[in-house]
């Protein structure tokens, strides 16, 4: 019963993520959930982060479940971001950060998130755009210009398994990446390890391999799955899809990183 439960309601959800690409980008502006500081995760130094509202995916592990939807954020102009951003320039720059803009996805408002960018690019301040990569044929090669570094997360190598992790294709996460090697723009990947859904081997490898390939990845990071949003999901009403999956152990981080390291892509 309780899988069937589960399963209808990630139905609803995907449902729900299909519809916020019928949503339009705001004029004059764009939809946030918050902005916040960050230190190690989103990028370089201490980070500004601005967490855009509105995203095409409804992956089972998201810990951001609240910037899903477009309509539940507050609409703001680049004037009132920058106003905030220039608050803790100091800050940031001395200590070798920047500003990261994330989500939600931010390419589902590529206006906005390109205008943010070129503001903050403009200002000599390192920015960084962390994406799914889904939209990643809404980003143009201006707003890829004034990106010092794209934090690209691939789910999964295997396509049957970023469907189900994801709701969506794995194809055009991986045209995005190819295309970012095209246009030599620094990448981290991100890569969450999941019990039982990302941690195969062959799919690790595979990842691996075509990481490899491109040439303009510094580094890939490994994340653990964690539990830490479950509280998120219960304050919002919904059930935490993997709430009974356990985090990796540290066997199963070493095994990763060592199938990467073979494939001679650094890991972190």
């Known amino acids: 019963m309780r899988d069937r439960l589960l399963d209808d309601s990630t ?25 916040d500081l960050s230190v190690g995760v989103d990028g370089p130094g201490t980070r500004f982060v601005v967490f855009t509202c509105g995203c095409p995916l409804r992956c089972l592990y998201c810990h951001n479940p609240e ?13 009132e971001v920058m106003s905030e951003v ?25 206006r906005f998130t390109g205008e943010l960018l070129r503001r903050c690019h403009d200002s000599g301040l390192h920015t960084a755009l962390d994406t799914s990569g889904f939209l990643g044929d809404l980003a143009s090669d201006a707003l ?12 999964s190598w295997d396509p049957q398994s970023y469907r189900r992790l994801t709701g969506a294709r794995l194809g055009p996460t991986l045209r995005f990446a190819r295309r970012l ?18 941690d195969a081997e062959d799919n690790v490898d595979g990842l ?27 304050r919002l009403g919904m059930a935490f899809p993997l709430a ?4 990796p152990d540290r066997a199963l981080l070493e095994r990763v990183h060592a199938r990467f390291a073979a494939h001679g892509v650094t890991s972190v």
């Not at 995907?14 to 959930?33: F, T």
Request: charged share 25%; hydrophobic share 45%.
């Open 86 to 110: 220039d608050r803790y320039r100091r800050f940031i720059s001395v200590a070798g950060g920047g500003v990261t803009v994330s989500g939600g996805e931010p390419l589902l408002q590529p």
């Open 67 to 79: 910037t899903w939807r477009m309509r539940d954020g507050r609409r703001v102009t680049v004037d």
């Open 181 to 198: 090697a095209d246009l030599g723009r620094p990448v981290w990947v991100r890569f969450v390890l999941v019990p039982g859904h990302t």
């Open 144 to 155: 890829l210009a004034d990106t010092d570094l794209v934090l690209l997360d691939i789910k």
């Open 244 to 247: 009974d999956v356990r985090p």
């Open 11 to 35: 139905a609803r959800l995907r449902q729900d993520a299909a519809a916020e690409l019928r949503v339009s980008e705001p004029a004059g502006g764009g939809v946030i959930e918050s902005w």
């Open 208 to 234: 691996a391999r075509f990481v490899a390939t491109l040439g303009n990845v510094e580094r890939v990071d490994v994340l653990p799955f964690h539990r830490m949003a479950a509280g998120k999901y219960a």
